[in-house]
């Protein structure tokens, strides 16, 4: 290996780290107005396609229903009574009813008839701030102490019908926030003058809701979401001697506390998947805007630019990566519902070729950012070789890394193919080379067959692992589809988080699908094939490489199955 590779690597130039230099992708998708009208249209919310808003004209109050794809837009009826303050899940609204008493109302958008439907009802209550994730809903209770400066939280089960109480206390318990999938509340506990706010959270436990306290003395923590997996605030904290407000981040059950510090004022965050939607006020302006940091890219995006008050945010992910933001902006001395819509790019941020150009043996040790395509095992037993085979999905450049050994015994005999071609011989399995790397180019059509074949010693064992090479920046100067009329591009900006118990830049909040733990320098010896700048001439040889794949395929089959092999 080390004759191989010093050879290869002095006809190269040096590599940049594996994450130098990266270049964040942008966002690009359209903007609306989803309610100009007279009045004022407020505190948006959004699931999927579906937008609930708060519409006040002339002293009345309603909840109004917008379909950002049809654009259908509806009231729920509310027999002259004030509504307002609203959240949505799927196709069912909750919101806040004001009339003899302060209930908590769900609305079905869908259902033929539909008809607003009070949860729990009881005399005289005293609720308000309903959220909605699943069939979990949430709101603040002043019923439970009849005292006005101490609310507690409650929790409505949907499907059986149970009220759960969770706080009892003598604190002022609000701002409550439900993960889509119901299982977790999250929300702000604060002393009887509103000061010392800590975040809490409950989750259910199969027979109830186990509740515990997530942040501590730390600072003064407000406005919590979830998506299930990670609570979201804000939080104001004394930083370098200066206040300062920034938003923060936990795992749900507690953990490594991370913060994104930025310079200026952020606020009110709300979370969707990876996405975090906030409020942020620049150093050099003095309004608000609505920006968007992705947790797994550490990208961050500043949606809004202009010179008022844009605020009251929230957002949806939806499961194909359509991302929706919503809003309320003033206009014309009223306010107005806005949002923004645009598909989730690539989890990776893209980087220029010569910066994820690298050696194959170098990929194998070390795969970083080069997503793990698929794995395929074999082990010798007896009688005739064997045998395994799959397809899998991916395309362009990417590397196949053997692991000899890397269940029992290391091989010393056998095969690999991708689409018919040779790409691993037996004359390279020795029993002093624990790792094998290739570069490679895949299927022009997404499509390809990965076949290994062992011999030799039974008990002996080796694993395939196919890798594709990470997201490469366009050249500015190659053409691109014409953008609509109405889209806007929106620059991205790589931010880091700082975790506060490291004080220090913190790696990728969610590990990325695939990712191979473990897989570091192999001991023993190794055998590489193709640097960095065989990767760059395996472009111009694929659709030579790709001809005869279809029928070598087929054969390779015939004879596995001829020969007992398993498949």
Known sequence: MLRTLALVSSLLPALSPAFAQMQARPITGTAKVVNGGPGDQTDPHVSGPLVAYTNEVRGTSEIRYHDLVTEHDAAIPNGGAFDFVSDVSGDTVVFTRVGASSSIYTFDVVAPGSTPVELAPEQGSSRRAAVIGGRTVAWQDFGFTGNTLQPEIAAFDLDTGTLTRLTEDALQDRTPAVAPDGKTVVWAKCNTQSQACDIWEARWNGAGFTTQALTGTEGEESQPDTNGEVVVYAST?????????????KPVGGGVEQRLALPGLDANPSISGSLVAFE????EKNDFDIALYDLKSQTLYVLTSGPENENLNDLSMSGDGTVRVVW??????????????FQLPSERPCRPFEEVDRLPIDVCYTPDDWPLLTTLEVTRTTGAPNGAELDFA???VGVICVDNGFSGLPATS????????????????QKDVSLIAK?????TDGHNTLTAQISGKPGTTFRVRVHGM???????DEASEPLAPDAQVIPGQLVSPMSLEAKAVSPLTFVPDGAVRGAGPI?????TGGGSLALMGMMLTAVWLLGPRRAFVAMRRKELRRGGRAL
């Not at 056998?414 to 399995?429: A, E, I």
Request: include cysteine.
């Open 237 to 249: 904290r004394m930083v370098d001697g200066v206040s300062d407000r920034d938003i923060y981040w």
């Open 280 to 283: 942020r006020r620049a150093p």
């Open 328 to 341: 309320t902006a003033p206009a014309n001395g009223d306010f107005n519902v806005h949002s923004f819509t």
């Open 394 to 396: 991916g395309k362009g």
């Open 414 to 429: 056998g095969w690999v193919w991708l689409n018919g071609h040779v790409k691993v011989s037996p004359d390279q399995f």
């Open 439 to 443: 570069g490679m180019v895949m299927a």
């Open 470 to 476: 990470p997201p490469v920046c366009e050249d500015e």
């Open 523 to 527: 001991p023993g010896g190794c055998s």
